[in-house]
């Protein structure tokens, strides 16, 4: 039994899924009804051991860098139609190195209506104005570190039509911009 238990587990592992975090900057959808604003914000101080590539013989050059990122979200929950809009930004501020200070702001909106009990209408768009490339969200995938300015705006639109009990028509048109910083 207890082997068989055993045998299991590791089935289940060895056969197991992709699992996807929920991107970080935002908040699980609210279920409250009407309006909800919700601000937050992290102030933050970290050490980096190795700001700069090194050679053979050289000083290690340690230094302190402050973390500032104010976010902020509003939800609106109605009978019919769901909005939601959020922001955050993020700078890293090195004490001494300031080339090296860093910036993102990221944006995201969203718009579902209930039209009619069989149609609903929807809406998102996202922004991201990045300095890496390799912070960019890119559906799967994630692009290799090249210190850039990069920025990304994707927006989406379409219905949903149940015309009958097994029969649905799902129709939506993307855009997407990517935009990098050659500077």
Same mark, same amino acid.
């Given at each position: 039994?207890? $082997?068989?238990?055993?045998? *299991?587990a ?5 056969? %197991?899924?992709?699992? &996807?975090a ?8 609210? *279920? ?5 604003? $919700?601000? &937050?914000?992290?102030? %933050?101080?970290?050490? @980096?051991?190795?700001? $700069? !590539? ?17 976010? %902020?979200?509003? @939800?609106?929950?109605?009978?019919? $139609? ?5 922001? &955050? %930004?993020?700078l890293?501020?090195?004490?001494? !190195? +300031?080339? *090296?200070?860093?910036?993102?702001? /990221?944006?995201?909106?969203?718009v579902?209506h ?7 209408? =929807?809406?998102?768009? &996202? ?6 490339t @390799? ?17 990304? =705006?994707?927006?989406?639109?379409? =219905? ?7 029969? /649905?028509?799902?129709?939506? *048109? +993307?855009?997407?911009?990517?935009? =990098? @910083?050659w500077?």
């Open positions: 039994m207890r $082997t068989n238990v055993m045998l *299991l590791i089935a289940a592992m060895l056969i %197991g899924h992709d699992v &996807s929920q991107p970080a900057p935002w908040a699980p959808e609210r *279920l409250t009804p009407g309006w909800v604003f $919700t601000p &937050s914000g992290v102030l %933050g101080v970290l050490h @980096d051991s190795n700001v $700069t !590539l090194r050679a053979v013989n050289e000083p290690i050059t340690a230094e302190a860098v402050a973390l500032v990122n104010p976010r %902020g979200e509003i @939800d609106f929950n109605g009978r019919r $139609t769901h909005f939601n809009a959020g922001y &955050s %930004g993020a890293e501020a090195y004490r001494e !190195l +300031s080339e *090296l200070n860093r910036y993102e702001q /990221k944006g995201r909106l969203e579902r209930q039209a009619r009990p069989h149609l609903q209408l =929807f809406s998102t768009a &996202s922004y991201a104005n990045v300095p890496t @390799d912070r960019l969200e890119l559906g799967g995938g994630v692009l290799p570190f090249i210190g850039i300015g990069s920025q990304n =705006f994707q927006a989406d639109g379409g =219905f949903h039509l149940q015309l009958s009990e097994r029969t /649905k028509l799902d129709c939506g *048109l +993307s855009f997407q911009t990517i935009h =990098f @910083d500077q």
